[in-house]
């Protein structure tokens, strides 16, 4: 469980700057506040009981309160955001006026992207809630409250919409699971992220949930909605096609790196999954910049 914020404060906002590396080391859930996050540089992966997606760039990340995740590195760009933390009472101007149910359609969605317009505007709020908090303006509450209150609202009016088109340059894309994730299972899977490269076996994972790895099985296709040896050929290829697009190492290379010892494992899967082998896959997603 996060820490909860002290009792005579209900809003706060840091800038973090964090290595490229960085993991969470438990899962975390607020209890008595919301999140919302800027993502200024950095690739992402969060894990929670509903789904996993990812967060790049530009995106904006909202966490509602007792809802249980971990994050995960997904590339070496270093982790920088801003990471706001309110309670219901500092926003009462718009739930007073829309009713609570706003924050509930605001944080209906755990990500949010926006088109270049949009996002140039939203980084701007968390730029001066940032400026502003650091201040000993004898108005910064006030203003405070103001600015977060129609970030809010900008975040629900611009944000793109679920079906918009995705492909692996957007900013986030959802994977949802099949039931909502029981901690165990959230654990285990945040170890095969982690771990993936070893190619870690079911009798391994399932060490990090405490059950059995039989029981483990069942619950994990349970949850998941795939059997264990499926779902971390999807972690794998998921993170080769990463570095097919980001990077410019060869497709042995990768192999390697994603716990392949044979080039042929990997194309041979990785077309499974994709309908393409690497090369074609790099090419038909490279674009010139």
Do not use: W
């Not at 309160?65 to 590339?75: A, E, K, N």
């Not at 990500?111 to 940032?130: D, K, Q, T, W």
Request: proline content about 8%; overall charge negative; glycine content about 4%.
């Amino acid at each position: 469980m996060s820490l909860p914020m002290p009792a005579d404060t209900s809003f706060h906002i840091t800038k973090r700057s964090l290595d490229s590396g960085y993991t969470m080391p438990t899962l975390e859930a607020a209890s008595d506040y919301y999140e919302i996050g800027y993502l200024l540089s950095g690739d992402r992966l969060a894990i929670t009981p509903g789904g996993s997606y990812t967060l790049r760039e530009g995106t904006v990340g909202t966490m509602p309160p007792f809802v249980y995740h971990r994050t995960i590195p997904l590339s070496n760009v270093p982790y920088n955001t801003y990471l706001v933390k309110f309670k219901p009472d500092f926003v009462r101007p718009l739930t007073d006026a829309f009713g609570h149910t706003i924050l509930e359609e605001v944080y209906s969605r755990l990500f949010n992207r926006f088109p270049p317009s949009a996002g140039s505007r939203i980084v701007l709020y968390f730029r001066e809630m940032h400026e502003l908090y650091k201040s000993d303006s004898p108005y910064r509450d006030f203003r405070l409250q103001c600015i977060l209150c129609d970030l809010l609202l900008a975040v629900l009016e611009n944000r793109l919409p679920d079906d918009a088109a995705d492909s692996p340059h957007q900013d986030a894309v959802e994977i949802p699971h099949k039931t909502p994730l029981t901690p165990p299972i959230i654990d285990a899977l945040y170890y095969m992220e982690q771990h993936y490269q070893e190619n870690p076996s079911l009798e391994t994972a399932a060490l990090q949930s405490g059950y059995s790895a039989s029981h483990f099985s069942r619950l994990f296709h349970a949850q998941l909605g795939k059997p264990y040896s499926e779902y971390l050929t999807r972690i794998r290829i998921r993170h080769a096609q990463e570095m097919l697009l980001n990077t410019k190492k060869s497709v042995t290379e990768i192999a390697l790196e994603t716990g392949y010892l044979h080039t042929g494992n990997l194309s041979e899967q990785f077309k499974q999954q994709t309908g393409m082998t690497p090369l074609q896959y790099r090419k038909s997603n490279t674009y010139p910049r």
